[in-house]
């Protein structure tokens, strides 16, 4: 945008749009090209060859020296000048000249205000009838709709994509070695540990605690960004109908868990060998199963905030706070929790993954079905791993991305 005083002919041809004011008044805004003709259809043409910006500005001004006038207007200058044909122009305020700029300014600043309104009027128009397109549209597809793929096929494929892009981060030098070393720590501090005194118990018990904690936090941190950062391209993509919201969100919640169960199970082979965790290939199994377990329910936990606040910092903070609280209520700092705020272990998966990886260790699993307590958290993580992806996936369909 510029602003710009009396412009040569070059300069005035280089504008794209141009707006003129007189007294504070616009009396054209459009093309700069279309000035002229703009002004030569309400009766403004000057009488001899002239630099376009000096004819406009000459109007702008009220000067009209050597240009054609409107009828009314001309009617009015003979007008003036028959009634004061004795004041001198140029030098009393008030002369022929003068009050025949203000008719000219007043005249130039309600044709603009006409022609504005006149295009508001036509754009309100044209609005309303597409606006009645797009809903018989949307109604003709809501429909009709048909997708140019099964919904299988949207499935394997944005599972592949899903898996590959994930790949080269889950499966990057770094990712394996920040697991690997996790693991040899924990192994090396709980190394060769033991049941024989309540101490040792105690210390081992700790340990269990901690593969629930730590195997609850990062991947409900790796799932907290998938939505978030990914809504500019679903929303891209689904605009154009090229699968099925469900579709989408089945591959993207799945195309994880093989990397991530691949990783929990390397973690736990170490932590568990090197710890003389309670021998027994079933025992060993349980374990897997439970902390595979534990991360797909903490995945439906990240994948449930990410969907339902789509901002990265703000889901981050909640999550922090939630992740605190289960691990908390998790059953290992405090077994007496007040009455008031008691509902918070039930929600904790990190406290049921507690429970059954204590029942495996301390408890006769072999042979014995699981009953009590035990069996109400195995179903508990089993529904939280449905439950909080179909939250999830609620919070998808309302934020208009879905057709």
Same mark, same amino acid.
């Given at each position: 945008? %510029?602003?710009?005083?009396?412009?040569?002919?070059?300069?005035?041809?280089?504008? !794209? *749009?141009?707006?003129?004011?007189?007294?504070?008044?616009?009396?054209?805004?459009?093309?700069?090209?279309?000035?002229?003709?703009?002004?030569?259809?309400?009766?403004?043409?000057?009488?001899?060859?002239?630099?376009?910006? !000096?004819?406009?500005? !000459?109007?702008?001004?009220?000067?009209?020296?050597?240009?054609?006038?409107?009828?009314?207007?001309?009617?009015? *200058?003979?007008?003036?000048?028959?009634?004061?044909?004795?004041?001198?122009?140029?030098?009393?305020?008030?002369?022929?000249?003068?009050?025949?700029?203000?008719?000219?300014? *007043?005249?130039?600043?309600?044709?603009?205000?006409?022609?504005?309104?006149?295009?508001?009027?036509?754009?309100?128009?044209?609005?309303?009838?597409?606006?009645? #397109?797009?809903?018989?549209?949307?109604?003709?597809?809501?429909?009709?709709?048909?997708?140019?793929?099964?919904?299988?096929?949207?499935?394997?494929?944005?599972?592949?994509?899903?898996?590959?892009?994930?790949?080269?981060?889950?499966?990057?030098?770094?990712?394996?070695?920040?697991?690997?070393?996790? %693991?040899?720590?924990?192994?090396?501090?709980?190394?060769?540990?033991?049941?024989?005194?309540?101490?040792?118990?105690?210390?081992?018990?700790?340990?269990?605690?901690?593969?629930? $904690?730590?195997?609850?936090?990062?991947?409900?941190?790796?799932?907290?960004?998938?939505?978030?950062?990914?809504?500019? +391209?679903?929303?891209?993509?689904?605009?154009?109908?090229?699968?099925?919201?469900?579709?989408?969100?089945?591959?993207?919640?799945?195309?994880?868990?093989? +990397?991530?169960?691949?990783?929990?199970?390397?973690?736990?082979?170490?932590?568990?060998?090197?710890? #003389?965790?309670?021998?027994?290939?079933?025992?060993?199994?349980?374990?897997?199963?439970?902390?595979?377990?534990?991360?797909?329910?903490?995945?439906? $936990?990240?994948?449930?905030?990410?969907?339902?606040?789509? !901002?990265?910092?703000?889901?981050?903070?909640?999550?922090?706070?939630?992740?605190?609280?289960?691990?908390?209520?998790?059953?290992?700092?405090?077994?007496?929790?007040?009455?008031? +705020?008691?509902?918070? *272990?039930?929600?904790?998966?990190?406290?049921?993954?507690?429970?059954?990886?204590?029942?495996?260790?301390?408890?006769?699993?072999? #042979?014995?079905?699981?009953?009590?307590?035990?069996? #109400?958290?195995?179903?508990?993580?089993?529904?939280?791993?449905?439950?909080?992806? %179909? +939250?999830?996936?609620?919070?998808?369909?309302?934020?208009?991305?879905? $057709?």
């Amino acid at each position: 945008m %510029a602003t710009i005083h009396q412009p040569s002919s070059r300069a005035f041809h280089m504008f !794209d *749009k141009l707006i003129l004011l007189s007294d504070g008044y616009p009396t054209y805004f459009g093309k700069a090209k279309g000035a002229m003709t703009y002004f030569d259809t309400i009766g403004f043409t000057p009488l001899i060859p002239m630099n376009p910006a !000096d004819f406009l500005l !000459d109007l702008c001004s009220g000067n009209t020296n050597d240009v054609s006038l409107p009828p009314n207007l001309q009617q009015r *200058k003979k007008s003036i000048a028959s009634q004061k044909q004795k004041i001198t122009p140029a030098s009393v305020p008030g002369t022929p000249m003068t009050l025949l700029g203000k008719d000219v300014k *007043k005249y130039l600043a309600d044709c603009c205000e006409h022609q504005i309104s006149t295009w508001d009027r036509t754009k309100s128009l044209q609005n309303q009838k597409l606006q009645q #397109n797009l809903k018989h549209l949307q109604a003709v597809v809501s429909e009709k709709q048909q997708w140019p793929t099964t919904w299988w096929d949207q499935f394997i494929i944005l599972f592949m994509r899903g898996f590959k892009e994930r790949r080269h981060e889950y499966m990057s030098l770094m990712r394996v070695l920040q697991m690997v070393l996790s %693991a040899l720590l924990a192994g090396s501090l709980w190394w060769h540990s033991k049941t024989s005194t309540f101490r040792q118990l105690q210390d081992q018990e700790g340990l269990l605690f901690f593969m629930g $904690v730590f195997w609850g936090y990062f991947p409900l941190f790796t799932a907290l960004f998938t939505f978030p950062l990914e809504r500019p +391209i679903l929303m891209k993509e689904r605009a154009t109908d090229m699968y099925r919201l469900s579709a989408y969100f089945m591959a993207r919640t799945l195309s994880d868990l093989p +990397i991530e169960i691949g990783l929990t199970i390397i973690f736990v082979v170490i932590v568990y060998l090197m710890a #003389n965790l309670r021998h027994g290939f079933l025992s060993f199994i349980y374990t897997i199963l439970a902390v595979c377990l534990d991360v797909t329910a903490s995945q439906g $936990v990240g994948f449930c905030i990410g969907a339902a606040i789509m !901002d990265v910092q703000k889901a981050s903070t909640l999550a922090s706070v939630i992740v605190l609280g289960f691990m908390l209520a998790g059953g290992y700092f405090i077994q007496n929790i007040p009455p008031f +705020i008691g509902w918070v *272990k039930y929600l904790s998966f990190q406290a049921h993954t507690y429970k059954i990886l204590t029942y495996i260790q301390y408890e006769d699993a072999v #042979n014995v079905r699981l009953h009590g307590d035990l069996a #109400n958290s195995v179903l508990a993580l089993a529904v939280m791993v449905v439950a909080y992806r %179909a +939250i999830a996936y609620i919070s998808l369909r309302r934020m208009k991305i879905s $057709v």
